[in-house]
């Protein structure tokens, strides 16, 4: 019978196979490790401590399960660890381990609240005395580097600057430490010009590492967006543009396109060393940096179709961190002009949640405005935008940016309402390769989604909707749009406010009838106005509305005051024959009255 040859074990393989399926630990995904550690040695201590921790974990269980083993004493173990740490940093710190104690109980007692300024300035003078010369040892250390921190907050210049002079030389380390950054934060909030200049120019050669470092990264936002001047600004932004900057920086270079300028074959490399840089950036989601979004913009204004393309697919799903700044909020916008119907998508999603405070920020408002512009799924945008708009309306016409968001969807792009250059930023979106629907279908599908909850809530919460002049326009422009059954609604809920004798409108220091108000007068007469257009359409007019409440009492209240008689005149020559016959019966009641009056309107 011939012999049956049998593939050859590998024992040192099964071995490990056993003791990971004893232990109890997915055998398939250990076994794969464990290939690969044959193949390049990557997983082997991976698995060998994981085998291990397991064994002495079951190990443990046993015991406590069998009794022979005792319970273990949390609090002697914390004690014991915290003795080890100390034994660990007394031999660190060696010769200063004893200095650094004295220190700390100086720093008790600089820290609190209830210390005199006479004592603090006595105790930074002693801690100063006993850190002479050692402050760049004790820096990166968590506990004495918060004590510096107090001491060049509270200490006199002179010692603030023996302190910056002694630390000068270390730091840029100290802008990529855990601890140590933040006596940098100190040192900008409370040091000279002169010492904000030099800890910016210990950034240079380093920025692009820097942003791109999570410790450091926020530190450069504040260093840019709060101490940097325009020079500062510049030779920051030139260290994206390629390696010759980092030794060299150059006064002529404001911008991206600055370096190609006189030189058009310097544009494919500079603008390659860009993305290089921001890829680098991106690729660590380390977005909340005004710099890298003024970077962003340059370069998406710059690159070819390809790149922006590349771009936009790593920033959809980031816009929240981009509406932050005003470069931001443009590189957002770009991303969804040219992003496709499927970027668009996961834009909105990942704005949900936020859209309250994004139609409120002072920047992030534009982003919203470029959606309504471009999304031909008007029902999405009804679904994961609106929505979330609608539900917090009171908070968002309060704000001075959220009702431009409101505004936009019902008077879009209206002169009226929006200042020139924000039209002239948003054509830029217009004819862009993904939106296919035209802008005026798209403009009334948005109009309609809102325009009755708009109409609700004018007529539930009339008092806010009438606060001031810039919310009355507002609520002007809603009522023109609107029409039926909730626009009859919301004129008697007006009608019915204004006429109240009791109500008065504040503003600034001065309390006035609400008639006597130049912005809601204003308001007013527009409505009144208005109302020969709603007559051709058949519909309900103000004037109809109003009349119901022009009261004997009202009108005498009104006549009081020259903007009240030229809302009567107003009513007169913009209403139907009928109802202008029973405001002229009414006013003939008060004939006598008027005539004593000497106001023009009278």
Request: net charge positive.
């Amino acid at each position: 019978m011939p012999k049956r040859h049998f593939p050859a074990v590998d024992t040192h393989k099964s071995k490990i196979e056993t003791d990971v399926n004893v232990n109890g630990v997915n055998k398939r995904s250990k076994t794969d490790k464990f290939i690969s550690k044959e193949k390049g040695g990557k997983y082997e201590k991976t698995l060998t401590r994981d085998i291990k921790k397991n064994r002495i974990i079951k190990s443990a269980k046993e015991d406590l399960k069998n009794g022979s083993m005792e319970k273990p004493n949390w609090l002697e173990f914390k004690k014991k660890k915290k003795e080890l740490k100390e034994k660990y940093k007394a031999k660190r710190l060696s010769s200063i381990y004893d200095l650094s104690l004295q220190v700390k109980q100086i720093g008790e007692k600089l820290r609190r609240s209830d210390t005199t300024k006479l004592d603090r300035k006595q105790l930074t003078t002693k801690a100063h005395d006993l850190l002479k010369n050692n402050y760049n040892r004790v820096i990166l250390t968590h506990d004495l580097s918060r004590i510096v921190q107090w001491m060049f907050k509270y200490s006199e210049a002179d010692i603030r600057q023996a302190i910056f002079n002694e630390l000068k030389p270390c730091l840029s380390s100290m802008i990529e430490s855990k601890y140590a950054k933040n006596c940098i934060k100190t040192m900008l909030k409370y040091g000279s010009q002169e010492m904000k200049r030099e800890i910016i120019s210990a950034c240079y050669g380093n920025v692009v590492k820097l942003v791109s470092h999570s410790v450091s990264a926020p530190l450069l936002e504040i260093m840019y967006s709060t101490h940097a001047t325009e020079k500062d600004k510049r030779f920051l932004k030139q260290e994206f543009y390629g390696d010759m900057y980092k030794q060299a920086k150059d006064n002529t270079i404001r911008t991206l396109s600055d370096v190609y300028k006189t030189a058009k074959d310097m544009k494919t490399a500079t603008l390659s060393a860009v993305k290089g840089n921001l890829m680098r950036i991106l690729n660590k989601k380390l977005l909340n940096c005004t710099l890298v979004h003024c970077i962003l913009l340059e370069f998406l204004e710059n690159c070819t179709t390809e790149d922006r393309t590349e771009i936009i697919a790593m920033l959809k799903s980031s816009i929240v961190e981009l509406s932050q700044t005003k470069f931001g909020s443009k590189v957002a916008a770009i991303c969804i002009w040219h992003g496709t119907s499927k970027d668009r998508k996961i834009i909105m999603k990942s704005l949900k949640d936020n859209v309250k405070d994004i139609s409120m920020s002072e920047h992030g408002y534009l982003i919203l405005l470029a959606l309504f512009d471009s999304v031909d799924d008007t029902v999405l945008v009804r679904k994961i935008i609106l929505s979330e708009i609608l539900n917090n309306l009171t908070d968002i016409i309060l704000n001075d940016n959220g009702k431009r968001v409101i505004l936009y969807l019902i008077a879009r792009r209206n002169s009226h309402y929006f200042a020139p250059d924000i039209v002239k930023y948003l054509e830029q979106g217009d004819n862009n390769a993904a939106s296919k629907k035209s802008a005026d279908i798209r403009e009334k599908e948005l109009r309609e989604s809102v325009s009755e909850q708009l109409l609700e809530a004018i007529t539930t919460n009339t008092s806010v909707w009438m606060s001031n002049s810039s919310i009355a326009m507002v609520t002007l422009a809603i009522l023109k749009i609107g029409n039926g059954v909730k626009l009859n609604e919301a004129f008697n809920a007006v009608a019915k406010f204004i006429t109240d004798p009791k109500l008065k409108i504040k503003e600034g220091d001065n309390e006035n009838k609400l008639v006597e108000h130049a912005g809601l007068h204003m308001m007013l007469k527009k409505l009144i106005q208005n109302d020969k257009e709603l007559q051709e359409k058949g519909e309900s007019t103000f004037g109809e509305a109003l009349l119901n409440y022009l009261k004997p009492n009202v009108i005498e209240e009104w006549i009081e005051c020259n903007r009240g008689c030229f809302l009567l005149i107003v009513l007169l020559e913009n209403e139907t024959t009928s109802t202008v016959e029973s405001i002229i019966s009414k006013l003939k009641q008060i004939k006598n009255i008027l005539k004593s009056k000497t106001n023009p309107g009278a």
